[in-house]
């Protein structure tokens, strides 16, 4: 298979029109635009492909959730502003249990923010981010490989599960090319008895989420984390690298993790025995994994481009069975990896 | 094998090509690569860079430390990135338009006029090219055959003039350094 | 034998509606169904209900729905009708659904001249949250949240939805019709039934606002809110056809 050089943000685009997405409605926002463009300049051309830019994000999450009803695959995208935006309709796929993807290329936040590659929507993505209880599925790519596999993964469990998934990437992700090699996509698994597209001569079906009477509401809540349950068993990726020899691990996912593996590189070359641990899906969080590692190694280091976020789940993985250090660069400025292996070299303490 | 290189410049005057072309001629060896651009509004109206990384083994970072090289069209492109560059490594200059020395004493340092050589060419947007046909020949990532066949095929086919054009610029820069 | 002259529609469910009495929902509901079943279309159509009172529309209307959340009605009915073109779709909406919340929504999708259907209860108060202001309340009608009365320097006015939307250019067909007499029944089920056969004579955008009473929060008998739509209502909301450009849409289909 032929390798290309392409844009983070051409790659998800392509990737999803290839593992079979024919709806996409966006609102434009950067730094995520080439993905939207992409789409507009793709979709049209594929058989049955539908773009709607859309007057807001709101409209397009609301758009994605119409289309998936009727049994497209489906996606929308955005970056942090946006993404807060289509929180409402987030809840309601989840609550309606709607396949779909949604992608977020983070920017600086709080508020407008600036443009610049951030990881301030770890909370938003792994909490649910909208109201009620539920959890979406999010996937954190760290090359553009893994933007193209993990886009294609999120199709299929998104429609395993039925229930939105998010690959949470940042600007950095979005902007940056690396060669990609396309794999095949699996063929596409889905029961229509799931999908809305009129009763023909049959019963009639009605998709919603509204459920008054609180003894039905509560038993709805409990088959969904029921089914958040078999997720969390069943779908925790993560990485490990240079594990077997460290004596500290650092804990960092996308961008970071790849800031993290240089900073790694470097201190190897002095003698420091350090590895990474690198969550692939941040929800739901490969805690065990990251716990078993306790027993043996007992410094970490958790390195996140916010004030610190990931390291609540970390804390709550580790269970107080190691030492846990932070370093944090919110706000869109990228450390080097030789910045970052100055901060682990001063909390380094070698064993013997 | 890890080679970082900072390409920068005005925007227009196809910083980013100059990367992406390079980085495509990475990969078409066999190398594994990354290009990462500044983007969003830093770019409108001001300064373009980005940064290139080819390898024989997996990049960790795609952000540059201390990269191994540091080429630049425009003046406040030097002064942002030359105290950047790792010792031993590299600074590029377009002699045509940057009349500032180096601060630097540890690094080589490699005059093209390249905007003077477009203008000769008669096309002053080839100058990119021409700083390309210098650096690929100094640099010795890439051979120049394998570049220009990525810089045509980022460009498309059908422009052939363009590709003759681009050939021509290319050898005008090769031609005007020394192999280190 | 007597002869059946009133029966239950096939499109309705067998269950009691929850709506007041004299609620011009529940007359709306029947006259949609009436329609889909002479139009035989009970088996491609899909409905999209909103948030406030009619959110329970599918316990009534028996074809294939989906809830949106409140104001997206016409973002989904846009996406199911792209993504399923030969299903006739539409949205159901209150006033505080489609001209408050949900105004960037029903605009677009109006504008992009989608080949869906708005049903529009303009009752000029929000029902199902217990008698707030909508954006239809009338100058001075007094609400929970416009005690003294609404006050155009503080609350603005009344919003002329098929006078706005009638000026889009991907508008077809745009009535305002009234539920508070027979007649004015029949002439709903008129608008509604061309409304649905524009769209699936596949000659976009139709929009259907209907003034309809809402005794309860109006604190008005059924009688008395009939006649509070003639006399007050129609004075900031004529019916009428404000927009008709199904021959001209017909013209243009048979050219292409």
């Not at chain 2, 630097?104 to 021409?130: W, Y």
């Not at chain 3, 059924?222 to 909301?237: G, H």
Request: aromatic share 8%; proline share 5%.
């Amino acid at each position: 298979m032929n390798k290309v050089l392409m844009s983070g943000n051409h790659i998800i685009g392509e990737a999803a029109i290839r593992a079979g997405c024919r709806f996409y409605a966006g609102y434009p926002i950067t730094p995520q635009n080439e993905l939207t463009e992409y789409m507009a300049e793709n979709m049209r051309n594929v058989t049955g492909g539908i773009f709607i830019q859309s007057e807001s994000e709101i409209a397009a999450i609301n758009m994605i959730a119409g289309s998936s009803a009727a049994g497209l695959r489906v996606m929308t995208s955005s970056s942090s502003p946006g993404i807060s935006l289509k929180q409402e309709g987030i809840s309601s796929m989840a609550a309606c249990e709607l396949p779909g993807v949604i992608v977020n290329i983070m920017r600086g936040g709080p508020g407008l923010g600036n443009i610049r590659p951030s990881q301030g929507d770890y909370f938003q993505a792994t909490r649910g981010g909208g109201h009620g209880d539920y959890r979406t599925i999010v996937l954190a790519p760290a090359s553009c490989q893994e933007l193209a596999d993990l886009t294609m993964e999120g199709f299929d469990l998104a429609d395993k599960y039925r229930n939105p998934v998010m690959i949470l990437a940042d600007g950095m992700m979005g902007q940056m090319m690396e060669p990609v090699i396309f794999k095949k996509p699996k063929p596409r698994v889905y029961n229509e008895k799931f999908m809305l597209r009129g009763a023909g001569s049959g019963k009639s079906k009605f998709i919603h989420g509204l459920i008054l009477d609180p003894i039905d509401m509560e038993e709805h809540n409990w088959k969904l984390a029921r089914k958040y349950a078999v997720i969390s068993k069943n779908e925790t990726h993560y990485e490990e690298y240079k594990i077997d020899d460290a004596q500290m691990v650092l804990v960092a996912y996308g961008t970071a993790a790849r800031i993290a593996k240089g900073a790694i590189k470097r201190l190897r070359s002095h003698g420091m025995q350090v590895g990474l641990f690198r969550p692939i899906t941040l929800w739901p969080f490969p805690e065990l994994q990251l716990r078993d590692l306790s027993s043996k190694i007992k410094q970490f280091l958790v390195f996140e481009m916010s004030t610190g976020q990931m390291l609540d789940d970390v804390r709550l993985a580790l269970q107080g069975y190691a030492d846990i250090q932070f370093h944090g660069r919110p706000g869109g400025a990228v450390p080097t990896p030789s910045e970052l292996a100055n901060v682990i070299a001063k909390h380094y303490k070698k064993n013997d | 094998m890890l080679v970082k290189t900072i390409f920068s410049g005005f925007g227009g005057q196809g910083v980013l090509m100059m990367g992406i072309s390079f980085a495509h001629s990475g990969m078409s060896k066999g190398y594994h690569v990354t290009f990462l651009p500044a983007y969003g509004a830093e770019m409108r109206g001001g300064t373009a860079n980005c940064t290139v990384a080819i390898a024989d083994e997996e990049i960790a970072s795609p952000v540059a430390s201390e990269p191994n090289n540091l080429v630049v069209m425009n003046a406040p492109s030097l002064f942002t990135f030359q105290n950047k560059i790792t010792t031993g490594g590299s600074i590029f200059l377009n002699s045509s338009i940057v009349n500032e020395e180096p601060h630097r004493h540890d690094v080589k340092v490699f005059r093209v006029p390249c905007s003077d050589l477009a203008q000769n060419l008669g096309n002053i947007r080839v100058a990119n090219t021409i700083m390309m046909g210098a650096f690929i020949r100094v640099s010795a990532v890439v051979t120049p055959e394998i570049y220009l066949k990525s810089l045509e095929t980022i460009m498309g086919s059908r422009k052939k003039a363009l590709a003759e054009l681009n050939r021509k610029a290319f050898m005008a820069g090769f031609e005007c350094v020394n192999e280190t | 034998m007597a002869k059946t002259v009133f029966k239950r529609p096939k499109s309705l469910k067998e269950n009691v509606f929850h709506y007041c009495p004299g609620c011009g929902h529940s007359i709306v509901h029947r006259v949609i169904a009436e329609i889909i079943d002479e139009l035989d279309i009970r088996g491609i159509t899909i409905g999209v209900p909103p948030a406030g009172c009619a959110v329970l529309a599918y316990n009534y209307f028996d074809f294939d729905m989906i809830e949106a959340p409140h104001g997206r009605g016409p973002a989904m009915a846009s996406a199911i009708k792209r993504s399923l073109p030969d299903r006739v779709v539409f949205s159901y909406q209150g006033d505080g659904d489609l001209a408050a919340i949900g105004i960037a929504e029903s605009f677009h999708a109006a504008n992009r001249g989608e080949n869906i259907t708005i049903i529009f209860i303009n009752n000029a108060v929000y029902g199902m949250t217990g008698g707030q202001m909508a954006p239809t309340t009338m100058l001075e009608q007094k609400t929970t949240t416009s005690p003294a009365g609404r006050n155009k320097t503080l609350d603005g006015y009344p919003v002329k939805v098929s006078e706005i939307f009638s000026q889009l250019r991907g508008v077809t067909y745009l009535e305002r019709c009234m539920v508070n007499s027979p007649a004015n029944v029949n002439k709903t089920k008129k608008a509604i039934k061309k409304a649905f056969q524009c769209q699936i004579d596949g000659l976009g955008f139709s929009l259907i606002e209907i003034l309809s009473p809402c005794p309860t929060n109006w604190k008005m008998n059924s009688v008395n809110s009939c006649k509070w739509i003639d006399e007050v209502m129609t004075k900031e909301f004529p019916p009428g056809v404000f927009k008709d450009n199904i021959a001209e849409a017909k013209k243009a289909s048979e050219a292409e």
